[in-house]
Nanobody, 121 residues
Framework: QVQLVESGGGLVQPGGSLRLSCAAS????????MGWYRQAPGKQRELVAT???????NYADSVKGRFTISRNNTKNTVYLQMNYLKPEDPAIYYC???????????????WGQGTQVTVSS
């Protein structure tokens, strides 16, 4: 019974900052890749950033230089630091984790419930 709990969304002015957090809990054997996605009204869900267990991070072109993804493996948590937020950034942000079950050793993707990010003056 794995779940991802997100927090940190809210309302900020253009140019402001937010830090999103997503903590995984349950019968976790290991967490491989983790990432953030977002979905705006009338649009498809799109990748924002990913961070694998090994290797390089990956960012969408629209957020490069502004957003930073990181993870704390001790806390099973992934973060998204969002700086210089723009009016084009508002959306529901979802975290994702590729998790191996502690009991079955099967790998599955899990999603958070989403957190709303609003950018307005």
């Amino acid at each position: 019974q794995v779940q991802l709990v997100e927090s940190g969304g809210g309302l900020v002015q253009p140019g402001g900052s937010l830090r999103l957090s997503c903590a995984a809990s349950g019968k976790i054997g290991s967490i491989e890749a983790m990432g953030w996605y977002r979905q705006a009204p009338g649009k498809q869900r799109e990748l924002v950033a990913t961070i694998p267990s090994t290797g390089s991070t990956n960012y969408a072109d629209s957020v490069k230089g502004r957003f930073t993804i990181s993870r704390n493996n001790t806390k099973n948590t992934v973060y998204l630091q969002m700086n210089y937020l723009k009016p084009e950034d508002p959306a529901i942000y979802y975290c994702n984790a590729d998790i191996v079950s502690r009991s079955t050793l099967w790998r599955n993707d899990f999603w958070g419930q989403g957190t709303q990010v609003t950018v307005s003056s």
